[in-house]
């Protein structure tokens, strides 16, 4: 028999295995001694609004039956070494679940990625924190996995209708990822755990005659009229398909470019732009949980979400909280030399000291009129120019500017700068001289907004980092909302971060799915 609870509990008995099994029997009417009895959570959020933190979970009672495991998920994966070929650019997950959903369709995948594999990008990553040097192939955004590989692993996502959320849980638990990413109402795997599970995923697509080339930029395009043929590497290898599907993620310049000068239609997109945040993780604590800093052994460290509406010279603009990373680092994520961008990164167990989050103001197209000019790559010009700006600004290396909160609102340079998790190393500097002055307003208004919503966020005991300017694509591909297809380049099929269309690891995925599930409906007979 299975029975079914929905449980407000404290944390020690959401948390700890032997005090939840003790607490469900309980709340069943058995002795906690039963031993025909065995209960599991199913689902699981923290409920922190109060002034005593509570778990909420839904359980499962097994009494006298066989517990059914809690992935179902079987694979039908296909043997597809003969089989026409498409080709997917990009090895992040839009692009290696749209291999992966292509293998169960029975068409063969060639997945080709500029960077390098997962173990060989850590060199390259080593090379940017110690030596300031950024190789433009193989960094924190590129690479095999893509940006969220070595950034963080949150898999919270709002993109409901896109797919099946749960699908996309259940395979990457199949490849390695805990369970806890199906309870969890806010999963979160970690960057130290993905490089392994990427290694998975890209076995199971080699495994089934599915193809992976690294170190493989694509350069130029094969169009023959209004159909794209395949594509060109930068060895010059020519590479055909019976469609292409575009996965390179939101820092791929050189594809936008390329698109531009190739006549393929494309728009510039509204993005946002700011600083990464970072306080101690125990102020945060201190604050969310209500407590003297100290969130004891069972809960996990916490995190936060705001958001507020602007007004700056009579035009209203958001600024809201991007990739909060409790118990997190800062790392840096430029892609070229010649610039400085900041992301965040947690590591499984989210136990570093620091919190950090993107705080970012929206940027619409109008409040950039200088760049219209460059037409559809106005967007990412401008952010192109802000990422210049603060790599002057951090010294012309990886060293980031820097300012501490309230000497930031209040417009004046930190006389010293608090302790990091960015190991590339702080400078003081005027944030205001690095970010575009319509940005800088719009943040001064929102930290002190965010202080009345979280007692004590608005301190000189944060600092701001700069800049955080990879928030999603400044450039949208446009294409069919039916098909998924390009409004004017057929066989071509925008997907992910890079083409607007995602936010995320998951919400990537499921575009990837998607995208590979309406190529084959249209073209593969």
Not at 75 to 104: H, K, M
Not at 189 to 215: A, C, M, Q, S, W
Not at 382 to 405: I, L, N
Request: aromatic share 8%.
């Amino acid at each position: 028999m299975k029975k079914e609870f929905t449980l407000q509990l404290r944390p020690e008995e959401a948390f700890d295995p032997k005090t939840f099994q003790e607490t469900l029997l309980k709340k069943a009417g058995l002795s906690i001694d039963t031993e025909e009895a065995i209960g599991r959570q199913v689902k699981r959020s923290i409920d922190a609004r109060g002034r005593q933190v509570k778990v909420n979970v839904k359980a499962e009672l097994f009494i006298k039956e066989e517990v059914p495991p809690l992935l179902d998920y079987e694979s039908t994966y296909q043997n597809t070494s003969n089989s026409d070929p498409i080709i997917i650019v990009g090895a992040g997950p839009a692009g290696l679940f749209a291999a992966l959903r292509a293998i169960e369709l029975g068409v063969k995948p060639i997945v080709l990625e500029r960077g390098k594999d997962v173990r060989a990008r850590r060199r390259d990553l080593a090379s940017i924190t110690k030596e300031h040097i950024v190789n433009p192939e193989s960094n924190y955004c590129f690479g095999e996995g893509g940006a969220g590989t070595y950034s963080d692993g949150k898999l919270y996502t709002r993109s409901k209708k896109r797919g099946d959320i749960k699908r996309i849980m259940e395979i990457l638990v199949a490849h390695g990822a805990t369970e806890e990413i199906l309870v969890d109402a806010h999963p979160h795997i970690g960057t130290n755990k993905l490089p392994v599970l990427v290694t998975e995923l890209r076995k199971t697509i080699l495994d089934y005659g599915g193809e992976i080339h690294f170190d493989c930029r694509v350069d130029d395009l094969i169009i023959e009229g209004d159909e794209i043929k395949g594509i060109v590497t930068q060895n010059g290898d020519k590479i055909k398909g019976l469609g292409v599907i575009l996965a390179t993620g939101h820092s791929a310049r050189d594809i936008f470019e390329l698109l531009n000068t190739r006549k393929v239609l494309i728009e510039p997109k509204p993005f946002a732009l700011g600083v990464r945040i970072e306080h101690s993780q125990s102020l945060i604590d201190k604050i969310q949980y209500h407590c003297n800093g100290d969130r004891g052994s069972y809960l996990p460290a916490s995190a936060y979400s705001l958001v507020t509406q602007t007004n700056f010279k009579g035009v209203q603009r958001g600024v809201f909280s991007f990739c909060m990373c409790p118990g997190g680092y800062i790392v840096p994520a430029a892609t070229s030399p010649g610039e400085l961008v900041v992301n965040g990164m947690s590591p499984s167990r989210r136990d570093s000291k620091f919190a950090n989050s993107g705080i970012v103001a929206s940027v619409e197209l109008e409040d950039i009129p200088e760049y219209q000019k460059f037409g559809p790559l106005a967007a990412m010009k401008f952010q192109a120019d802000v990422e210049k700006s603060a790599w002057k600004a951090g010294g012309e290396t990886q060293t980031a500017p820097a300012q501490r909160m309230v000497d930031f609102v209040q417009n004046r340079t930190s006389s010293t700068l608090l302790e990091t998790s960015y190991q590339p190393g702080l400078n003081s500097v005027d944030m205001r001289a690095v970010l575009p002055d319509f940005i800088s307003a719009r943040l001064a208004m929102a930290f002190k907004s965010f202080g009345q919503k979280m007692k004590g966020y608005f301190t000189n005991e944060s600092q701001l980092i700069g800049v955080e300017s990879r928030t999603s694509s400044p450039v949208r591909i446009p294409r069919n909302r039916e098909t998924f297809e390009h409004l004017e380049l057929k066989r071509l099929y925008p997907c992910g971060e890079g083409a607007g269309y995602a936010g995320g690891i998951v919400s990537a995925a499921m575009d990837g799915e998607r995208c590979a599930e309406k190529l084959i409906a249209t073209y593969v007979r």
